[in-house]
């Protein structure tokens, strides 16, 4: 059976715990990694309180590491920086970010990359979660997403 790995970025983990979405990850993914710059942003003060509580005690199925070789050329941010390279370095099948300028990146350097709509909409087709449901918790949140693009996921 093929391995696959997944490195997530702040953004997905943050809106899928918001939403009480989480636990599809381990169910969609074999593996799911996070590097050490993501979980202490998850950790901050300013992250809403059902984050910071989840990422106090990981869960058995997240992967906390820092990239070897973090690249500081890569001008974003730690978290988005550090996501890339930890998926370069374990030659990752997917890349979760939301960002658009860190998507743009990841994907000039061949990763393959989806959003937290994107993995929705995978869970969705796996029959995990009900999508018109888990769209509406998710513009609930501060989570923005243009109204053609929900209309297109609602649609597909």
């Known amino acids: 059976m093929l391995r696959v790995i997944v490195v ?3 953004s997905p983990l943050n809106y899928l715990i918001l939403i009480d979405r989480v636990g599809i ?3 969609l ?7 050490e710059t993501v979980a202490r942003e998850l950790a901050h003060e300013r992250a809403p309180d059902p984050v910071r509580a989840w990422i106090a005690n990981p869960t058995a199925w997240l992967d906390i ?11 974003l941010g730690v978290g988005e920086r550090d996501a890339i390279c930890l ?17 743009r990146v ?17 869970a969705s087709r796996n029959a995990l979660v009900n999508l018109p ?11 923005r997403i243009r109204a053609d693009v929900v209309r297109k996921i609602l649609k597909e």
């Open 8 to 10: 997530s970025n702040t």
């Open 25 to 27: 990850l381990p169910t």
């Open 29 to 35: 993914f074999q593996t799911v990694v996070a590097p």
């Open 65 to 75: 590491l820092s990239p070897k070789a973090p690249d500081s050329g890569i001008a």
């Open 87 to 103: 998926a370069l370095e374990l030659s990752a099948t997917l890349l979760l970010l939301d960002d658009k300028a860190a998507r």
């Open 106 to 122: 990841a994907k000039e350097r061949g990763l393959r990359v989806a959003g937290t709509p994107g993995i929705l909409e995978l």
């Open 133 to 143: 449901s888990a769209v509406a918790a998710l513009e609930r949140t501060s989570y």
